[in-house]
């Protein structure tokens, strides 16, 4: 009871199809190879899924309310930090922020990047006008650079490249590839 009323906890928001079929894939994949997908992780990955930027930790925490009331910061970072450990979602590091990983799924047992280099690896497109950011996986960027670090002794343990710029959409709204950053 809060102030007189029942507050209902709902167990899932009304996501779109695409993210329920991605969600249903990754509860699979858990599975598959002996994790549990909570209905806490679950949620906050539908969450990260659903929107069109990135996310960071207290706007997930803020959308996770409405569903789960008593959710705490730790709720929430509990949450990420298995999503991140189980290469499901990638944090951007310039927004301090969450995004799905749009590779790992379709990465099998005998994913010859994975196996050559030992590290999940990925390009990120970082739009200054609108926010969106595109996930590229080219693995001929991903070599270059980790045979370049294991050239000087260095063992890699990720591979993020951010590249900050214009989207496509913006460039064509005329937006300019000025220095300005959107606030987050």
Same mark, same amino acid.
């Given at each position: 009871?809060?102030?007189?009323?029942?507050? #209902?906890?709902?167990?899932?928001?009304? =996501?779109?199809?695409?993210?329920?079929?991605?969600?249903?894939?990754?509860?699979?994949?858990?599975?598959? %190879?002996? #994790?549990?997908?909570?209905?806490?992780?679950?949620?906050?990955?539908?969450?990260?899924? +659903?929107?069109?930027?990135?996310?960071?930790?207290?706007?997930?925490?803020? *959308?996770?309310?409405?569903?789960?009331?008593?959710?705490?910061?730790?709720?929430?970072?509990?949450?990420?930090? =298995?999503? *991140?450990? #189980?290469? *499901?979602?990638?944090?951007?590091?310039?927004?301090?922020? =969450?995004?799905?990983?749009? %590779?790992?799924?379709?990465?099998? +047992?005998?994913?010859?990047?994975?196996?050559?280099?030992?590290?999940?690896?990925?390009? =990120?497109?970082? &739009?200054? %006008?609108?926010?969106?950011?595109?996930?590229?996986?080219?693995?001929?960027?991903?070599?270059?650079? *980790? #045979?370049?670090?294991?050239?000087?002794?260095?063992? +890699?343990?990720?591979?993020?490249?951010?590249?900050?710029?214009? &989207?496509?959409?913006?460039?064509? +709204?005329?937006?300019?590839?000025?220095?300005?950053?959107?606030? %987050?």
């Amino acid at each position: 009871m809060k102030g007189g009323r029942l507050v #209902q906890q709902q167990a899932e928001p009304d =996501f779109a199809a695409h993210v329920i079929a991605r969600l249903d894939e990754v509860a699979d994949w858990c599975h598959h %190879h002996g #994790q549990r997908l909570t209905i806490t992780r679950r949620l906050v990955l539908g969450l990260i899924l +659903a929107e069109e930027r990135p996310l960071g930790a207290y706007d997930i925490l803020s *959308l996770l309310r409405e569903y789960q009331p008593k959710a705490v910061p730790p709720t929430v970072y509990r949450a990420l930090e =298995f999503l *991140l450990e #189980q290469g *499901l979602i990638h944090r951007i590091e310039r927004l301090s922020a =969450f995004v799905g990983c749009h %590779h790992r799924l379709a990465c099998h +047992a005998d994913c010859k990047s994975h196996k050559a280099w030992g590290v999940h690896r990925a390009q =990120f497109l970082i &739009c200054r %006008h609108c926010g969106r950011v595109q996930e590229l996986e080219q693995d001929v960027v991903a070599a270059v650079l *980790l #045979q370049s670090a294991r050239g000087q002794g260095f063992h +890699a343990e990720a591979a993020t490249v951010e590249i900050e710029g214009t &989207c496509a959409e913006c460039a064509a +709204a005329g937006q300019s590839n000025g220095n300005e950053m959107i606030d %987050h």
